[in-house]
């Protein structure tokens, strides 16, 4: 009932990361009790100077889902193409409503070899999936059913009562000279 705040989405980029293919679509639910499918129509793109001294490039990519209501659902999908590496991988598996559904999915070249680490979450609550092709390797964690995260006044961050899996660099291979 209180999800229409929730109808503002954004996803922040920046020349460190690149967002594609975003698919962002609210369920509405029928009569019949199924779902009709509202696509979100308009995905803009903004600035987001930040408040300190020195100028950053952090941008979002910005939406409203339509048609919020009782028993509605969101689903938001997209790409992110890391330009370095340093910034990679840290994924939340619930949010501030109730999650029926999160996953991600992770893509590297055969020359990057990869570990995670789950935080808040044990490895028999997720299904995971791990493919290998001539090109790399695709890595997929997929959790079900997350209860909504709640915070509380003077709290510690999100990161410490959030399960999340946070990707790492094991090793990768550069083609020599």
């Known amino acids: 009932e209180k999800g229409v705040v929730y109808a503002d989405k954004a996803i922040y ?9 975003i698919n962002a679509k609210t369920l ?6 199924g779902y009709k499918t509202v696509k979100v129509d308009h995905i803009g793109t903004k ?22 209501e009782p028993g509605a659902r ?8 890391l330009n370095e590496a340093r910034f990679f991988g840290l994924f ?11 996953e991600v999915s992770v893509f590297v070249p055969k020359s990057v070899k990869i570990h995670y680490k789950l935080f808040g979450i044990k490895e028999s609550e997720l299904e995971f ?10 890595y997929s964690w997929k959790a079900k059913n997350m209860k909504r ?18 990707i790492l660099i094991e090793e990768y291979t550069i083609k020599g000279e």
Do not use: M, W
Request: charged letters at 20%; proline letters at 5%.
């Open 47 to 68: 600035n987001d100077i930040s408040g300190g001294v020195f100028f950053d490039d952090n941008q979002s990519k910005t939406f409203v889902y339509s048609g919020i």
């Open 92 to 102: 939340f598996f619930n949010s501030y409503i109730p999650t029926v559904s999160a």
């Open 28 to 33: 509405v639910p029928t009569e019949k009790g």
């Open 13 to 21: 980029f920046s020349l460190f990361n690149k967002i594609l293919d």
């Open 149 to 166: 995260y709640q915070t509380e006044s003077d709290a510690p961050t999100i990161r410490y009562y959030s399960p999340h899996i946070v």
């Open 74 to 81: 969101t689903v938001l999908s997209y790409k992110e193409v």
């Open 129 to 138: 999936q791990k493919y290998e092709t001539s090109k790399g390797t695709t």
